[in-house]
């Protein structure tokens, strides 16, 4: 039979990224193909112009067309946190039957965990099971072929609103791409990096895009907290533009080529090849860089200890934070996040990935090449819900039969 082949792909704030590929028995990522192109009508990770973030998947398509013939069995996209509302839920139900546990009755239970009062203009994106509990006996991983009379279930809940959703989906629609399901960028990110020892330990994956800073914190067999913040990379950009008097373009030039916190500290003219760049900076100027740089990075750092505080999750997360996404490409980094937030910190980039030093070598892949490990995993697949942006509350049926009519 053929290899079948999933297509991540991440429509961000700055680029959109493609990863197409397989998952081998030796959880080993196969990449046949890799794109990113800029992102056009997207702010703050919400697609703003439709019309706009459509031409953008078109393109990064038509690329990853030209590079090779094979037809992808399944497109996952990820969606931003910023349009996402995550809470804590429990469920539980009676066993059916012989008291044996199905997987209705596990079913049941995880949806039961979302018996909120939902608005109408909500969906469910993702019912996560943390753990479960049978009768008395409490801390089970997964309760299929166990005996009792009651099944409970404690989960994570992420509602996403539905106009954010159906306009994501619309913009593969428009270019002619069925994607089967969205998957929150923070835990797509996560299924890119981190291995199942720092989930089990504890830990914080930090995706820091160029809109926004997406956490997802692990524990256990399960996610107990997941939220968004509203600022990223182009923020860095934007005060290094108005401190200095440059353009965003120039800004952002500037801080690709320096790309690394002691550079930022010790910025000259002579550091830029680019004339035009090194002409509009005097050495004045540039010796604040550094600062600049590094005030952004600590609010965001600040403001991720102080959403863990909230979360009540602070004390929970041993293996620390492992930080991704395009801004994790600073150089020092992971040492300045520690300094600031205590935490072990360390930057990740897509793991096991074979064929492609690009994608292997840069966090800005770590979504596209999660979202193309989530193909290939039951237990990630489980979660994801199958769109259809035809009926009111459309992400109501689960992804996974269409998924394993397309993989088995
Ligand atoms: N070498 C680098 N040094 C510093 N920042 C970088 C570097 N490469 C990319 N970035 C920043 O990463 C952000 C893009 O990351 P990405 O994860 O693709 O974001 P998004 O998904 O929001 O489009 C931009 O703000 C960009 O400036
Ligand atoms: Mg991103």
New binding site residues.
Partial sequence: MAQQIALGV?I??????LVAGYVDSSDTLNVIAHV?GP?EG?KK?SIANLEAASECVSVVLDEFKRQCEVRPDICLSSI?GTSIKSTNGSGSVAIEGSGLVSETDVRRAIDASAALTLKSSDAVLHLIPRAFTLDDYSGIESPLGMIGSRLSVDTHIMIVSQAAASSRVRAFDRARLRVAGLVA?GIASAEGVLGNDERDLGVCLV??????TNLVVYKGSGIVHSSTIAL???N??NDLAIGLGIHFSAA?KL??T??DLSRFDNADQEMFADIDLARSLSDADLSHVGDIVKARLSEIFELIVSDLRDAGVHRHIPAGLVIT???A??VGLAQFASEVTGYRCTCATPRRVLRSVNVSAK??Y??AAGLVRIAFSDKALSTVREIDTTQPRGLARRARSVVRRLLS
């Fill in positions: 991440d961000g704030t700055s680029h959109t990224k990113s992102s997207v990770g931003d960028h995706d820091i895009g160029a809109g926004t990223g990379g182009a860095i950009t952002e801080k690709i320096l790309s996404g395009g801004t490409n600073i966090p800005e770590s979504s």
